[in-house]
């Protein structure tokens, strides 16, 4: 397909590995924000920048680029670490993170870094701003695609299915929307504190095609990522675990917010393979 | 007095926009009321219909003004402005994008409706919100120039106009800039500070104060943000009292913003002629008028009471 540094699913899972590793570097340096979602949605990052999209990290603003929404905004981290991995800022800034003056605000704003589409971290909008994207693009004729990752416990806020149903409405093929099905939110269980389930079956009354796949699997994600609707959006559930690939994170919500102690940083750092 | 309402003018000047490929108009169910409905007759495939949900729009509105285009978002501006405050903030404002949010049905004048649907705090949220330029056009004339106007303009816009038909009080070909004021009428002993329908209160008050030999210059701030302190100060330097007058709650809007500006530059007696503070109710647009303090009346009566508060300077 189209992305610049094309890699394979051995590469794909390598590259998931190395933003797990930024993602625990940056948060630590930084004192606080999201690993936790940030390394859920790990291999969907590495998936679409190495393999899925069509874009230019030379080249940020190419017109004929496909397009990225974080809905979840506060995983920011995990993005910026494809980001910086694709070649749109050098990797070295990324521990700028949070930091005063840095391009690598706590949330992604537009305008701030490259490659950066629109501004999120208030929930629930990155679906309303990825339609206007698609429609956009419907109506310059484009056949760029538009993705855009929502959390779990972010589809409680009501513009989401606002979203979902004008996606619907309008046809809109040239959207897929990826779920990041992690089953946590800052209170715990999603199922606890607000049901979201039966998931697929209100995704599919809404009028999206539903695929349900395992997140943490690159050649699953690709194969998901082949299997759109051409006539529909398309609703991609990824089930994943929270804080994966470092055992004390892994579904442990105290790290939805809360950056790695040095002891536990250096910890983390071994269990992923230690420093490249 | 000619009348006409502003939203036929602002369907005018959309539908002379139409002209332009990048400006795209959405309602979200209103369009009839808003007179986007014009735009659609002439461009169908840049009208999008987004349903009754306002903070789908202003998303909507944020990405495709990310892709380059020019955005129009109308509906009443209680929605328009209070349903999706924090949309407007975190989507248009804060990435300063080019979406124009048009709102009728602003004030008490929209009559029958009632409190729900009278929008009297708008012009105070979106002031509040950075990047944000708010515009109050006074009659229909103003409204065609200053969608004009802010079509043109790179940036995020909120512009409020009312529901009924306002007085003509500036010639059809009326330039607008953005950021200016108009001074409609020179005086030398108070300054009447109006914006919308209130513009037609104050040049109304300036003739009864006329007849009771009070001189009162009169003042049209049709952008209340960037609010246009150069042509305040001068004004009242010369006059030194002024009174502020509008269809909107006299906490947050025009009223706050000139105090705001007088008390950073020039202190100056200033009244206040406004919303009290309070929710409206169901009424004819005139009763209401009357009972909220909104009528020639009352900026008269103000006018009064900040002359005598003047300090005379040696």
């Not at chain 2, 020039?266 to 109710?281: A, S, W, Y």
Request: charged share 25%; with cysteine.
């Amino acid at each position: 397909m189209g992305s610049p540094n094309g890699l394979d699913a051995n590469g794909l899972k390598r590259m998931a590995n190395r933003i797990r590793m930024h993602v625990i570097e940056m948060t630590s340096e930084a004192g606080s924000g999201h690993p936790g979602g940030s390394m859920s949605s790990a291999e969907l990052f590495a998936v679409l920048y190495f393999n899925v999209m069509r874009h230019d990290p030379k080249d940020p603003d190419w017109p004929e680029r496909d397009k990225f929404v974080l809905s979840k905004g506060h995983v920011a981290p995990g993005l910026y670490a494809a980001l910086a991995e694709a070649g749109y800022f050098p990797v070295d800034e990324l521990l700028t993170l949070r930091k005063m003056g840095s391009r690598l605000q706590g949330h992604p704003a537009k305008g701030k870094l490259p490659g950066i589409e629109v501004s999120t971290g208030s929930l629930g909008q990155g679906l309303s701003m990825s339609c206007g994207l698609a429609l956009a693009a419907k109506l310059d004729k484009k056949d760029t695609r538009i993705f855009c990752l929502v959390g779990d416990g972010e589809l409680q806020e009501g513009q989401n299915w606002e979203a979902l149903m004008l996606a619907a409405h309008y046809k809109l093929n040239n959207l897929t929307v990826f779920v990041d099905r992690n089953r946590l939110q800052i209170m715990g269980c999603t199922e606890e504190t607000l049901s979201i389930d039966p998931l697929a079956a209100k995704l599919k009354a809404f009028g999206l095609k539903v695929i349900s796949t395992d997140g943490h699997n690159v050649k699953k994600i690709m194969a998901a990522c082949r299997k759109v609707s051409l006539t529909a959006p398309t609703a991609i559930i990824l089930n994943t675990v929270k804080g994966k690939g470092v055992s004390f994170m892994e579904n442990n919500i105290d790290f939805h917010g809360r950056s790695c102690k040095p002891d536990e940083k250096e910890k983390a750092m071994r269990e992923l393979g230690g420093a490249q | 007095m000619k009348k006409a309402a502003q939203r036929i003018y602002y369907g005018k000047a959309l539908t002379e926009l139409a002209s332009r490929n990048d400006i795209v108009v959405l309602d979200a169910d209103l369009g009839w009321s808003t007179r986007t409905s014009d735009f659609a007759k002439v461009a169908k495939e840049r009208f999008i219909q987004i349903g009754i949900a306002e903070q789908n729009m202003i998303g909507v509105a944020a990405g495709l003004a990310a892709a380059g285009k020019t955005v129009f978002a109308s509906t009443f501006a209680v929605f328009a402005t209070g349903r999706c405050w924090e949309q407007i903030r975190q989507a248009v404002a804060y990435p300063k994008l080019n979406v124009k949010i048009v709102a009728t049905h602003c004030g008490i004048s929209v009559g029958g409706d009632g409190a729900s649907h009278q929008a009297l705090e708008d012009i105070a949220i979106m002031r509040a919100l950075p990047n944000m330029t708010v515009i109050s056009p006074a009659d229909a004339n103003e409204a065609y120039a200053a969608t004009m106007a802010i079509a043109d303009h790179e940036g995020p816009c909120y512009m409020r106009m009312g529901r009924a038909d306002f007085p003509i009080i500036t010639p059809e070909n009326v330039k607008f800039e953005i950021g200016k004021a108009t001074v409609m009428r020179e005086g030398k002993d108070v300054t009447l500070i109006g914006t919308g329908q209130m513009v037609t209160s104050c040049l109304e008050a300036a003739d009864a104060l006329g007849e009771k030999g009070i001189s009162a210059e009169v003042i049209n701030v049709s952008t209340i943000k960037p609010l246009d302190a150069e042509a305040i100060i001068t004004s009242v330097s010369k006059t030194k009292c002024a009174v502020t007058a509008e269809e909107h709650s006299i906490i947050g809007g025009l009223g706050s913003a000139v105090a705001e500006c007088l008390a950073d530059r020039r202190p100056t007696p200033l009244e206040r002629v406004g919303v009290n503070d309070t929710f409206g109710e169901s009424g004819e647009p005139n009763e209401l008028m009357k009972k909220y303090g909104l009528t020639t009346d009352d900026v008269v009566n103000a006018a009064e009471n900040v002359i005598k508060r003047k300090k005379v300077r040696k």
